[in-house]
């Protein structure tokens, strides 16, 4: 299809600063895609205001807003479908992706990571989290990982991944701010990546 726009979705929980380096790296670059959906599991974040003021819809589903999980992940795909979403990027979502929405975008779903995976990843490994356990090992590099998701936390296949040095005195913190400062250049670089992949997979 010529000049098609690949529709994507963000996932996320909070600041949402990946979500707009990606935002604003697609209109810059520009690359053959359209985020036209951002769901998060809190109503108010910086993500979500970032999608209101920016003429993107967002969404708030949360498990609690329903009596049952499978209607929480019907939601969910719902409103994947109305908005006819063809990939995911997760930044900085905070949640397990239900299996069903897992295998409903197959190789169409990327998370990006703070850490050098497979170190540091899986459940409780979000966040400040991982810093802190990165320090507490010793390790004197650390980075970011954009993967695939799958049913696995955290261990789908690797897309990119960059190294970042631990320095001396380094604090969670400050950890945090070079591994984020990382993750805005690499997370636009893997998305152009799955388009290139997306674009091959529809040619064949
Ligand atoms: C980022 O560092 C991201 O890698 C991490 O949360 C931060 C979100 O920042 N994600 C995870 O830990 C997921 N396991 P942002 O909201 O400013 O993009």
């Known amino acids: 299809m010529p000049n098609h726009k690949i529709r994507l979705a963000v996932f996320c929980s909070?600041?949402?600063?990946?979500?707009?380096?990606?935002?604003?790296?697609?209109?810059?670059?520009?690359?053959?895609?359209k985020i036209v959906l951002c769901i998060s599991n809190r109503s108010q974040c910086g993500a979500m205001e970032y999608a209101r003021e920016n003429g993107i819809a967002a969404?708030?589903?949360?498990?609690?807003?329903?009596?049952?999980?499978?209607?929480?992940?019907?939601?969910?795909?719902?409103?994947?479908?109305?908005?006819?979403?063809?990939a995911i990027m997760l930044a900085g979502y905070m949640r397990k992706v239900p299996d069903?929405?897992?295998?409903?975008?197959?190789?169409?779903?990327?998370?990006?990571?703070?850490?050098?995976?497979?170190?540091?990843?899986?459940?409780?490994?979000?966040?400040?989290?991982?810093?802190?356990?990165?320090?507490?090992?010793?390790?004197?590099?650390?980075?970011?990982?954009?993967?695939?998701?799958n049913e696995e936390y955290d261990k789908g296949r690797i897309v990119l991944q960059e190294c970042v040095p631990v320095l001396s005195g380094d604090t969670p913190e400050t950890l945090a701010e070079r591994v984020l400062a990382c993750e805005h250049r690499l997370y636009p670089a893997a998305l152009e990546k799955l388009l290139d992949e997306m674009k091959t997979a529809e040619i064949r």
């Open 14 to 33: 909070g600041t949402g600063s990946n979500f707009k380096y990606l935002h604003t790296a697609i209109a810059e670059r520009p690359l053959d895609a």
């Open 59 to 86: 969404v708030h589903i949360s498990e609690k807003q329903f009596a049952s999980y499978d209607e929480f992940v019907a939601s969910m795909l719902d409103a994947l479908h109305e908005h006819d979403i063809e």
């Open 100 to 149: 069903a929405v897992v295998a409903a975008y197959p190789d169409r779903m990327l998370n990006i990571h703070p850490a050098l995976l497979p170190k540091f990843g899986g459940e409780g490994m979000y966040g400040i989290h991982v810093h802190t356990a990165v320090l507490a090992a010793g390790e004197t590099e650390s980075g970011a990982t954009v993967h695939m998701v």
